[in-house]
């Protein structure tokens, strides 16, 4: 099947002419060369700034790219285009081009909107026909709107308290960490923001940092504040029994404001490693006294359009008490604080055996759901990759999302990745991560709502059961891959990446430098 693609170089200003010029006359072993490697319907098109875009149709662009690189003459053409161009650092243009991933497809919008257009009138004119989306075309339609964040720390090395393992070409500043997630984006087209934590990807200029994104087709999304590696937080952030060290956690948060401010950011994150590990440690009341006043003072810094997300965590590393442990607790903060607040699920936090799923009706009902932290536990918290553990709990949870419109932008459901990978290769562990989520969300989206509904209100338990494992029990990679395919990508992610080069690239190009870690 056909796929589509766009992409932008550029050439020097003071070269547009020749530039022009030369592909008046390309060399013709050059165009049969491009037409026997599957480039069909190339276009260049050429702006006075010299911004050079490409757009080109092929069944699959990194074979269509493989096969030219197997010519001489596509060597010997990339040597003569290369002094064209700025930024190619070193690399030939067919090396060095950013493919931009596609945001709208009219054919593909159409047909997703259930939308046809016929020609039935005798005088032969043309009228539009709505048709109801079946299931199907629903499902299409909400897998092709959904949105994933990706966390910037999932790129860089991390590890248990036992050994952080490295792994060469892992990113060394958070440029590179942008660059990976902005990779992953490119792969599956579902992933165009990324998460930062501060400090671990501290900068000096966070506009620059959110240009540096843009440039590759991603934004920075989440700003997660980390109050839980400095010395000074032994008993405690913002619940900390001293108050200099409160006032030290607290002009972090606001710090992280102001980064958001730079990122064009909407989300601050927060999560508090705070509690005790002793019975008649510390005062728990006192401590949700100082919780709630670090809070107010932060959510009164935040803009009209910013909101601040909190998350909880049953134990660790706390291990008594945890000053936001459920729900809840950080229902109840974000409550008196104000719209603007809500709550953060984050998988791994909770025991096992607790039913997530339930906590997700109950927020989105509430209006307080703010997003998820996706990741997989066994026993504890282990920021495993989502879906891994248990596909069935991931399904669970987001059926109650689709059932509570939680897919709809307007409530702002932020689903995000929070996970760290510690043996596996980190960019297809979190393509894979991506493709879990998605594909839940695809079979959450096939339940027959009217069906169970029905059935519900028949009393009848085995058929609504039926309903919702029906939906589980359908392979909705096909439905997936037709998705990628419609928006002109490949429709195997993790295939298209093992063959796009990234990972070797990588390795060669990281050398020097110290590898980000999470700073454990
Ligand atoms: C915490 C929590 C936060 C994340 C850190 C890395 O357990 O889940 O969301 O920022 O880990
Ligand atoms: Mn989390």
């Given at each position: 099947m056909t796929t589509r693609h766009c992409f932008v170089l550029r050439v020097r200003p003071n070269r547009l002419a020749e530039y022009t010029e030369r592909h008046r006359a390309v060399w013709p072993e050059m165009l049969a060369a491009l037409r026997d490697a599957g480039w069909d319907s190339y276009s260049l098109f050429l702006g006075a700034d010299g911004l050079l875009v490409g757009h080109v149709e092929t069944d699959d662009l990194p074979v269509a790219q493989a096969a030219m690189e197997a010519t001489e003459v596509n060597a010997r053409w990339q040597a003569e285009m290369a002094p064209f161009f700025t930024d190619l650092d070193g690399r030939t243009p067919d090396a060095g081009l950013l493919l931009l991933p596609e945001v709208f497809h009219l054919p593909t919008a159409l047909a997703a909107a259930a939308l046809t257009t016929t020609t039935n009138r005798s005088n032969g004119d043309t009228v539009s026909t709505e048709i109801l989306p079946t299931r199907h075309e629903r499902a299409l339609g909400g897998l092709r709107a959904q949105r994933i964040e990706l966390p910037s720390w999932a790129f860089g090395n991390a590890g248990t308290r036992f050994k952080v393992f490295t792994s060469p070409g892992t990113p060394r500043d958070p440029w590179e960490k942008i660059a990976d997630a902005a990779t992953v984006h490119r792969f599956t087209g579902v992933a165009p923001t990324v998460s930062v934590h501060i400090p671990w990807d501290r900068v000096s200029d966070y506009a620059e940092l959110a240009r540096h994104a843009a440039d590759r087709g991603v934004q920075i999304g989440a700003v997660n504040a980390n109050v839980f590696q400095d010395d000074a937080y032994r008993l405690g952030s913002v619940c900390n029994p001293d108050p200099a060290v409160r006032a030290k956690a607290l002009a972090h948060l606001l710090d992280c404001v102001d980064v958001m401010d730079a990122t064009g950011s909407r989300d601050l994150k927060l999560w508090f490693a705070d509690g005790t590990n002793y019975p008649g440690q510390d005062n728990i009341r006192a401590r949700q006294d100082r919780l709630s006043e670090a809070l107010a003072a932060t959510y009164a810094r935040l803009g009209p359009d910013q909101r601040m997300l909190l998350e909880y965590k049953l134990f660790e590393p706390s291990f008594y008490t945890m000053d936001v442990p459920d729900w809840g607790t950080s229902f109840a903060h974000c409550l008196a604080l104000g719209e603007r607040a809500q709550v953060v699920v984050d998988t791994g936090h909770h025991a096992p055996g607790t039913n997530i799923e339930m906590i997700v009706a109950i927020l989105l009902r509430a209006g307080k759901l703010g997003g998820f932290d996706f990741n997989s536990r066994f026993y504890a918290d282990d920021d495993l990759m989502v879906g891994a553990a248990d596909p069935f709990q991931l399904f669970r949870i987001l059926h109650e999302v689709v059932a509570g419109g939680g897919l709809d932008d307007a409530t702002g459901v932020a689903f995000m990745l929070d996970q760290c990978h510690n043996i596996e290769e980190k960019i297809p562990a979190q393509i894979r991560s991506v493709m879990n989520v998605q594909e839940a969300t695809a079979k959450a989206l096939l339940v027959d709502a009217t069906a169970l509904a029905d059935a519900q209100r028949g009393g009848d338990v085995l058929a609504a059961n039926a309903v919702l494992m029906d939906a589980y029990n359908t392979d909705v990679r096909p439905m997936l891959a037709e998705v990628r395919e419609s928006q002109g990508?490949?429709?195997?992610p993790m295939a298209a990446y093992a063959a796009s080069g990234y990972s070797e690239q990588i390795v060669v190009n990281r050398v020097g430098g110290d590898q980000a870690g999470w700073g454990a």
């Open positions: 990508l490949h429709p195997d």
